[in-house]
C-alpha cells in the first residue's frame, strides 16, 4: 500500500493536468474561431478589375475560411458575413464588373458591354457572340427578390435593328448556354429576367449576407443588405470620425502581427470626402500614413486616401484628433 498509493496520487495529477490542457486548449480553439466583429462607413473599396464599391453603412463580421483568424492581407482568407450594410455602384464600375470579372472568360456570351443609367432604368449595350457578333441594347429595371437576388427585368430589347418582345427570343440558346457556363456562378434565369447573386457577384473578398432592396437612386445601383436601420452595431469611441472601418473581438492577422481581442481603427485623414481604400494596397497606404495606441490597447491608423497615392501625395493629412480628444480617448 505505501507504495500504491503515491502512484493514484500521481495518475490523479496527471487526469487533472491533462484536463486543464485540454480546456485551455478548447478555448485557444474557441478564441481562434471566434468572428471579428466589423463596421464600415462612408468607404469606397477598390475591389480590383476597375470595380469600385461605395459603403455607406455596413455592420456585420469577418468570418475566416481557415482553421486560423482572417488574415487583413488576404481577402480570399475570409467572409464578410453581412447583418446590415446600404452600398453602391456606379454605372462605370458595373460595367467593369461585367466586362473584366463576371464575363471575363473566352466563352463568355456577352462582351464589350457598356452600362448606363437613365432615369430609374438601366441601359445596357454590349456583343453577343452568336455565331457572328450581334449588337444589342436593353433597357431594364431593377429589384430584389424574396430570396435577396438582384432581379434585371428587361423593359426594351433591341437586337441588329429589331425590337425582340421577349428575352428568350433574343438569346435564344445563348441564353441556356449562360446558365450552363462554369466560369458564370453570379447569374441565372428567371422567365423573362437575369438574376445576379450579390454574393458571388463581386471580387473577393466574398460577401455573404440577405439582400432586401435594389433600386437605383441619384444615379447611382443601390444595394440594401438586411434592415433599413442598423442596430446592436458597434462603432469607434473616437470623436469626429465619420470614414472609418473598425474591428473589434477576436483574432486578427495583419502584415506581421496578430491581435487578440481585436480592436483595430482605420480612420480617413481626411473626414471631407470618402475614405478611398484598398484592401490589396493596404500596406501602401499603411505606410504613408501614422497610428496611435488607445489606454485600452487599441490602436487607431490614420490613413490617407488610395487617390492621394496614385498621384503622388504621400505626406498624410493632419489628423482629425486634438489633444483634448487624445486625452478623451479610452
Same mark, same amino acid.
Given at each position: 500500500m505505501?507504495?500504491i498509493q ?13 484536463s486543464?490542457t ?8 474557441g478564441?481562434r ?7 464600415m ?16 453603412d ?12 482572417p488574415l487583413?492581407?488576404d481577402v ?9 450594410a ?23 456570351p456577352?462582351k464589350?458591354?457598356?452600362?448606363g443609367?437613365?432615369?430609374g432604368e438601366?441601359?445596357?449595350?454590349g ?12 433597357r431594364?429595371t ?6 435577396g ?9 433591341k ?10 427570343d433574343f438569346?435564344?440558346?445563348e ?8 466560369n ?15 454574393e458571388h ?14 433600386a437605383?437612386?441619384?444615379g =447611382? #445601383? @443601390?444595394?440594401q443588405?438586411?434592415? &433599413?436601420k442598423a ?7 473616437? +470623436?469626429? $470620425? ?28 481626411d ?6 481604400f484598398?484592401?490589396?494596397?493596404y ?5 504613408a ?9 487599441? =490602436? #487607431? @491608423?490614420?490613413?490617407?486616401?488610395? &487617390?492621394d ?8 493629412? +493632419?489628423? $482629425?484628433e486634438?489633444?483634448?480628444d487624445?486625452?478623451r480617448?479610452?
Amino acid at each position: 500500500m505505501p507504495v500504491i498509493q503515491p502512484m493514484w496520487r500521481i495518475c490523479l495529477i496527471t487526469v487533472a493536468w491533462l484536463s486543464l490542457t485540454a480546456a485551455a486548449s478548447s478555448r485557444a480553439v474557441g478564441t481562434r474561431s471566434e468572428p471579428v466583429a466589423t463596421r464600415m462607413r462612408n468607404t469606397v473599396f477598390h475591389l480590383g478589375h476597375g470595380i469600385d464599391l461605395r459603403v455607406e453603412d455596413l455592420s456585420g463580421h469577418l468570418i475566416s475560411k481557415t482553421s486560423g483568424p482572417p488574415l487583413f492581407d488576404d481577402v480570399k482568407s475570409y467572409i464578410v458575413d453581412v447583418q446590415h450594410a446600404r452600398v453602391a455602384m456606379t454605372a462605370e464600375s458595373l460595367t467593369n464588373l461585367m466586362n473584366n470579372y463576371v464575363f471575363a472568360s473566352p466563352d463568355a456570351p456577352f462582351k464589350n458591354l457598356r452600362i448606363g443609367i437613365e432615369g430609374g432604368e438601366l441601359t445596357q449595350s454590349g456583343t453577343l457572340k452568336k455565331g457572328i457578333g450581334v449588337p444589342f441594347t436593353i433597357r431594364a429595371t431593377v429589384a430584389a427578390t424574396p430570396e435577396g437576388k438582384i432581379r434585371v427585368h428587361p423593359t426594351k430589347i433591341k437586337a441588329a435593328g429589331f425590337v425582340s418582345k421577349r428575352i428568350l427570343d433574343f438569346f435564344g440558346l445563348e441564353l441556356e448556354n449562360l446558365v450552363k457556363m462554369k466560369n458564370v456562378t453570379a447569374v441565372a434565369v428567371d422567365g423573362d429576367d437575369l438574376l445576379l447573386d450579390p454574393e458571388h457577384l463581386l471580387p473577393p473578398p466574398q460577401i455573404r449576407g440577405r439582400l432586401t432592396r435594389a433600386a437605383i437612386e441619384n444615379g =447611382l #445601383i @443601390v444595394q440594401q443588405f438586411g434592415t &433599413a436601420k442598423a442596430s446592436g452595431t458597434i462603432a469607434p469611441t473616437a +470623436p469626429r $470620425v465619420n470614414n472609418y472601418m473598425y474591428y473589434r473581438g477576436g483574432l486578427l492577422r495583419f502584415g506581421k502581427l496578430t491581435m487578440t481581442d481585436t480592436d483595430l481603427l482605420l480612420v480617413d485623414a481626411d473626414q471631407k470626402d470618402l475614405f478611398d481604400f484598398s484592401p490589396e494596397q493596404y500596406n501602401d497606404q499603411l505606410v504613408a500614413g501614422y497610428s496611435k495606441n488607445t489606454r485600452s490597447h487599441g =490602436l #487607431i @491608423v490614420y490613413m490617407p486616401d488610395l &487617390a492621394d497615392l496614385r498621384r503622388g501625395s504621400t505626406t498624410p493629412v +493632419p489628423a $482629425v484628433e486634438t489633444q483634448a480628444d487624445a486625452r478623451r480617448r479610452p
